[in-house]
């Protein structure tokens, strides 16, 4: 992606071909599954271009979904596991206290003290709660801190940071004694 295209933010992934005639299941990470159309054609990592034709609610996060030019149950195969991808600015503001992952990527890392630590490498969850992923200032690593209010009491997307404050030993490099 070039330096001046527009921020891309995932929003589902195709999943396995739905009936013969080109229409594949979709995991959506939208609020309501049925806006997927709304946010014009999407993008996949390859560049690509997909214009939704059709779609409809089966389950959960799931729709099933027809694409321009995708006519056949192998075509719909061939996209299984491709994410889809929509602008940010195409995307609805988010609520208060509310954020887009891809909004937080970057943004610096400080204490409340005013100590910077690093900057957001991404936003995770393995099963439970979110994480935020710091790549800290000066190191090979990053941590992970539970993304939470009270370890993460200011996100100021505005101001390009987050404040952290962090449970104690969360930042110790691994293996080292404590001092």
């Known amino acids: 992606m070039s330096e001046n295209s527009p921020r891309l933010v995932q929003i589902g992934v195709v999943g396995a071909p739905h009936g013969v005639r080109g229409e594949a299941r979709v995991k959506t990470f939208t609020e309501d599954p049925t806006s997927l159309s709304a946010y014009g054609p999407l993008a996949m ?33 061939a996209l ?10 195409a995307l609805p503001a988010p609520d208060d206290d509310e954020f887009y992952h891809a909004d937080l990527i970057g943004l610096r890392v400080e204490t409340s003290s005013g100590e910077i630590l690093g900057e957001v490498a ?58």
């Open 45 to 77: 990592a390859d560049g690509r271009m997909l214009a939704v034709t059709s779609l409809r609610p089966v389950k959960g996060e799931m729709v099933v979904v027809r694409f321009k030019g995708v006519d056949t149950r192998e075509a719909a195969e």
């Open 122 to 179: 991404a936003l995770q969850n393995f099963g439970a709660d979110d994480l935020v992923e710091i790549r800290l200032s000066g190191a090979r690593r990053t941590v992970y801190l539970p993304f939470s209010k009270a370890v993460v009491p200011v996100v100021d997307v505005a101001g390009g940071r987050i404040v952290v404050d962090p449970p104690e030993g969360a930042l110790d490099e691994p293996g080292k004694p404590e001092s």
């Open 80 to 89: 299984t596991g491709a994410a889809l991808y929509a602008p940010r600015e």
